[in-house]
């Protein structure tokens, strides 16, 4: 139903990629190469080699989603044809919202639900839709307190979509084997389903378009919408989901225009197909018997693997999450995404993944060990320093080198920037020059600060990773809280020693060489009061009464 030429997008976005990746390495080979390239250095230029490509491809995707954005009437229909060809109205299939939830404060979780329940009626659409929360919650105590307040949420509407409440004996295979378990007992005529996290929260809108594209197009079976932060008063999360906004904007539509029907699945915010899911998508324990615990990848490779597609849809309007609401929350996130991640090196042996499909899991891997790399990569030029093997290297030239990177690194949610200028979106979407200019600002020094300490937070995990350290998949915070000195102490004292360690090494070689460093090792060494800054309540309490960071739904309410 398309007549995209996807093989020659991938090989024009293929050189692209490979032509910034070369630039790059160029670039480093041009700072370490003068004087010879010692051991450390033949190390460093290893080390980058295998990261490179990774900010090469944010680079292109970034720059390729950029260009759509500003040359098209309409991006999202560019990259998702069955958008264009999607019926208004109510919809002619009935489609499940699947609502996976364990241990959640239920008052936080139902009021998002009522409203698209509300709203989907209002539209004539209820009878389209069955609500199900699908609770893994094994406390007694706690479950009680659930079912009692889904039973008075469902008692208290008369009208709109049916409700329904499931919860497991058991969590096997955790979320991956609740949706299962749903599709496989309790989905009954449902022709799709969406899934939603306790934190999500979908528009009426949002969600008649996603079944509007799935009825368009039979040959889809996933279609997931980009997701956005969630209004937040807390610093950290407000901060961080203000880039991360931008940033997913180019980021998505760059790469949806190459994927096609190879695209990513989040585990949220989504829409699938209840057949094919349910045949093809079903995840088998991994040889040693553990189960997999970013499943939503694989479920998507394996899809594409039987021959259907998987889209997304690059448009933010209506779909939102919340972000961890700090440092601790957010960084223990990443340990679990980490582990998850690191099993995909099992499943890359297994026959039958597309090649798209294999890259996408290859994607995945790098996205977290490109962290001790960088963070290797680090204490290999402070050492080189110290032996005295950098005397030759051209300082002018590895400023270069390191600002060329840190440009493609961080191009996603500096395209993002860039468009809202460019188009004069920065009224309506960060509530006019000064509040743009003061979060663009704030969003930059403050994650600069950040990524290198998330950077070796992953690196330290994933280095004893092997070694049998787990984090589990336990339930999540998802409350603002602050955090107290000790507990960021406790947390952060190796960062922070990691970071003074490197900052005094760097010291001794020269000046030049402690500026060019303290970028990225600033952000280790004041780690513990970073932490608590930023889960402050009268930092968060300034941010908003500047309207630092807003996002367009609270300046909507404003």
């Known amino acids: 139903m398309t007549d995209e030429n996807i093989p020659l997008r991938r090989g024009l976005f293929g050189g692209l990629v490979a032509a910034i990746a070369l630039i790059l390495l160029w670039l480093a080979w041009r700072a370490l ?54 019926r208004p109205g109510p919809p002619r299939q009935l489609t499940a919202l699947a609502v996976c939830i364990r241990n959640e404060e239920m008052g936080a979780v139902l009021p998002p639900l009522g409203a698209l329940l509300d709203g989907l009626a209002a539209r004539g659409a209820a009878d389209r839709f069955v609500l199900w929360l699908l609770s893994d919650t094994q406390e007694p105590a706690i479950a009680a307190a659930e079912e009692a307040a889904i039973r008075a949420f469902a008692a208290g509407r008369t009208e709109g979509p049916a409700i329904r409440y499931r919860r497991r004996a058991a969590n096997d295979g955790f979320k991956a084997g609740n949706v299962m378990d749903f599709l496989d007992h309790h989905a009954g005529d449902a022709a799709f389903f969406i899934t939603l996290d306790a934190d999500s929260v979908m528009t009426p809108d949002a969600v008649l378009r996603l079944v509007a594209v799935m009825e368009a197009d039979p040959g889809l079976a996933i279609v997931q919408q980009l997701i956005v932060g969630r209004p937040a008063t807390a610093a950290f999360p407000r901060l961080f989901q203000f880039g991360m906004r931008a940033a997913m904007r180019s980021w998505a539509t760059g790469q949806a225009w190459w994927q096609g029907d190879a695209g990513p699945y989040w585990g949220h915010n989504a829409i699938l ?131 060329a990177h840190w440009l ?89 020693l990691a970071g003074v360690a490197l900052t005094f090494c760097f010291a001794l070689v020269s000046p030049t060489a402690l500026l060019l ?27 908003r009464a500047h309207r630092i960071a807003a996002t367009p739904e609270e300046l909507g309410a404003r």
């Open 33 to 86: 190469a003068p004087g010879g390239v010692n051991v450390a250095e033949a190390l460093i230029l290893a080390c980058l080699l295998l990261v490179t490509p990774w900010a090469a491809l944010s680079a292109g995707n970034s720059l390729v989603g950029l260009a759509i954005l500003l040359a098209s009437r309409d991006p999202p229909g560019a990259v998702l044809p069955a958008l264009r060809q999607a």
């Open 517 to 543: 460093a303290l970028p990225f090792t600033l952000g280790m060494v004041f780690a513990i009061p970073l932490c608590v800054w930023s889960a402050d309540p009268g930092v968060s309490a300034r941010l």
């Open 408 to 496: 493609c690194y961080f191009s996603p949610k500096l395209s993002g920037y860039a468009q809202a200028l460019i188009q004069g979106r920065v009224a309506a979407q960060y509530g006019g020059r000064a509040a743009f200019a003061k979060g663009t600002a704030t969003e930059i020094a403050f994650m600069q600060l950040f990524e290198p300490l998330s950077t070796l937070n992953k690196a330290m995990f994933l280095a004893t990773l092997p070694f049998g350290r787990r984090t589990g998949w336990a339930p999540q915070n998802r409350a603002d809280r602050g955090i107290a000195w000790a507990d960021a102490a406790r947390l952060l004292w190796p960062h922070m």
């Open 273 to 403: 197909r209840c057949e094919p899911f349910r045949r093809h998508a079903r995840l088998e324990a991994l040889p040693d018997g553990s189960r997999i615990l970013s499943h939503d990848m694989v479920e998507s490779v394996r899809l594409q693997a039987a021959g259907w597609r998987v889209r997304c849809l690059p448009t933010e309007d209506g779909s939102l999450e919340a972000n961890p609401p700090a440092m601790p929350e957010f960084l223990r996130r990443d340990e679990r995404w980490g582990a998850g991640n690191m099993q995909y090196f099992h499943l890359l042996r297994l026959p039958n993944f597309t090649p798209m499909g294999r890259l996408q899991l290859v994607q995945a891997i790098l996205l977290f060990l490109g962290a001790p790399l960088y963070a290797l990569i680090l204490l290999l030029a402070a050492l080189n320093g110290i032996a005295g093997g950098g005397a030759d290297t051209p300082m002018g030239a590895l400023a270069l080198a390191i600002l």
